[in-house]
């Protein structure tokens, strides 16, 4: 037969019998057992991904059981699958006496999975969703013939950054860790500071395509049993697609979303949410963000840093006082300064009114708009300088130092003390040491310039109170926003905007936990004893 004619035979053969069509099976279709069929349905989903890796063996003497390892390159640690898998599945089932033939389906299976595989933490796998799952997840999960259940094996192996100091939350004494995009090594992060069987740690999945694994933390008998319900009861109600970083989360159970005050607490700091468990919070973690969200949150959590419990208690008042004065100055500087210019010219002394008289004889503007161009101008260098690479970060410095300053001024744009009122509310604003509350005040700084342009002192006056009634009605997982200062817990005030000494600190919260409130027994004694 020539060439021609076997080629047309060969043709003519392959399209009478086609290849079977392999459909991939349901998420909830359970294992079948048998191993060659299993493995078809699984290559079938993943055929356009070539990064899960499958690998097909034989166990025992007479290779009498076949097996199958599926894992995501990139994920698994491919030094624990060869060592503690592969090399120990072989080399066990190789010496066990009379082979692997006859050995009931059961027996055997357990036996593998106790004597064979010398990793740590395994699962038993049942149906199809969660065996992509655990693949995607950097789990190895292990396939047998004539067993409907699979193991999956932690094996997570993918770069991740080492702990650093956290960037967001410096202090000048006080620990450097912070933490990092890995779930497991920010909660051993917090279990190294507080070692006890209390502190919980339960594993949650949020997120229908991304499955993002989440850890509520909480110390068993000193949270409250309702927050952590609630907590709970918030995240199972979330139904999305994916979760990102943390602040998605913080967006689906905050209870109030119109309001500019952040009601959820977030920190990159282990020794922050350490505290805060001490002191009755719930801790949530999201795998793949530094960030840990806190709840309760309080106003004043707001204007308190790490280091104030670093320091001794009446350097710590001292500076929580300065932050304070700088909440209301980066809140109503602007404000202030045109209310009196424009409405109350009565209330400042004569040389100070002739001087700024003289300084805004050449500038067109009005005060208002005087202010407005040189806030949002600021808020235009803060954000390029955010966004820019910090190899040209201090060209923006250079570029803002002359926007703001002496050549507006020489321009005849702005006046010197409206430079002086803006530069000082930018740096007040940076006092503050929650971010998102920074942003807050800067976000209700432009409405308080409109009410005093509009209407001077009254304006602003009337601002406070509305914000005053708003921070009253807010509240943080069934805790009053502005707790203790309203409602007025006495107890508490050794915390609030003074930090008593250690030694006076007896009581945790009362709304936080109110449980279990004792932090300490009775002031420990640091005086010498007395020679008698």
């Known amino acids: 037969m020539n060439t021609f004619w076997r080629k047309k035979l060969s043709m003519k053969y392959n399209q009478s019998e086609p290849k079977p069509q392999v459909q991939p099976p349901a998420l909830n279709d359970p294992l079948t057992g048998i191993l060659e069929q299993d493995l078809l349905k699984i290559k ?7 990064d899960v890796l499958f690998s097909e063996f034989n166990l025992g003497i007479n290779e009498a059981v076949r097996a199958a390892i599926i894992y995501t390159d990139g994920l698994a640690d491919t030094t624990i699958i060869q060592n503690s898998i592969l090399d120990s599945l072989m080399h066990e089932t190789s010496q066990m006496e009379g082979g692997l033939e006859g050995l009931p389906t059961e027996f055997l299976y357990r036996w593998i999975k106790k004597r064979s595989l010398t990793v740590g933490a395994m699962t038993e796998l049942t149906d199809f969703d969660s065996l992509y799952t655990s693949v995607l997840s950097g789990n190895t999960v292990i396939l047998f013939d004539r067993f409907v259940h699979a193991i999956s094996v932690n094996t997570p192996g993918w770069d991740e950054r080492g702990v650093s100091e956290p960037e967001s939350q410096t202090v000048v004494r006080g ?26 740690c339960e594993p949650k999945q949020i997120g229908r395509l991304t499955k993002t694994d989440l850890a509520v933390m909480y110390i ?6 309702k927050v952590i319900q609630e907590v709970h009861e918030r995240l199972d109600r979330i139904d999305i697609d994916g979760i990102l970083e943390s602040g998605n989360i913080e967006e689906l159970i905050q209870d109030e979303t119109y309001t500019p005050f952040p009601t959820v ?21 999201i795998d793949g963000t530094p960030f840990v969200l806190l709840v309760p949150a309080l106003f004043i959590q707001s204007l308190q840093s790490a280091e ?33 210019t424009t409405f109350h010219q009565e209330m400042l002394p004569t040389p ?8 805004r004889e050449g500038v067109p503007f009005p005060a208002f708009v005087e202010a407005l161009v040189m806030e949002v101008t600021f808020e235009i260098l803060r954000e390029a300088g955010i966004r820019m690479p910090r190899a040209v970060g201090q060209a923006v410095s250079i570029v803002g ?26 740096i007040a604003s940076f006092v503050i040491p929650a971010f998102n509350m920074a942003i807050s005040v800067r976000m209700l700084r432009f409405v308080m310039m409109a009410l005093a342009a509009s209407f001077g002192l009254y304006g602003i006056t009337l601002g406070l109170l509305a914000l005053l009634l708003h921070l009253n009605s807010l509240r943080s997982f069934g805790i009053p926003y502005m707790a203790p200062l309203s409602p007025y817990i006495a107890d508490d005030q050794k915390d609030s905007i003074l930090r008593f000494p250690l030694k006076k600190l007896l009581t945790r919260p009362r709304l936080i936990s109110p449980k279990n409130r004792t932090r300490e027994e009775s ?10």
Not at 220 to 225: I, P, R, S, T
Not at 352 to 359: R, Y
């Open 308 to 340: 104030d419990y670093y320091q001794r208690s009446d350097v710590s008042s001292l500076i929580r006082i300065l932050r304070y004065l700088c909440f209301l100055i980066a809140l109503l500087g602007p404000s202030i300064y045109i209310a009196l």
């Open 175 to 200: 620990p450097r860790d912070g933490f990092c995009e890995t779930l497991r090594t920010n909660t051993a992060l917090v279990r190294r500071r507080i070692k006890n069987a209390k502190l919980f």
């Open 220 to 225: 068993q008998g000193v949270a409250n049993d």
């Open 352 to 359: 100070l009114l002739i001087s700024l008289a003289a300084q």
């Open 44 to 50: 079938e989903t993943f055929k356009k991904s070539n």
């Open 265 to 285: 607490y977030n920190t990159e700091r282990p020794d922050v949410v350490a505290a805060a468990l001490l002191e009755g919070r719930v801790a949530i973690m």
């Open 401 to 426: 130092a002359l926007v703001i300053g002496q050549a507006s001024v020489e321009a005849g744009i702005v006046s010197a003390a409206m430079v002086i009122v803006v530069s000082i509310t930018a």
């Open 523 to 532: 002031s420990s004694a640091s005086k010498p004893k007395s020679n008698q």
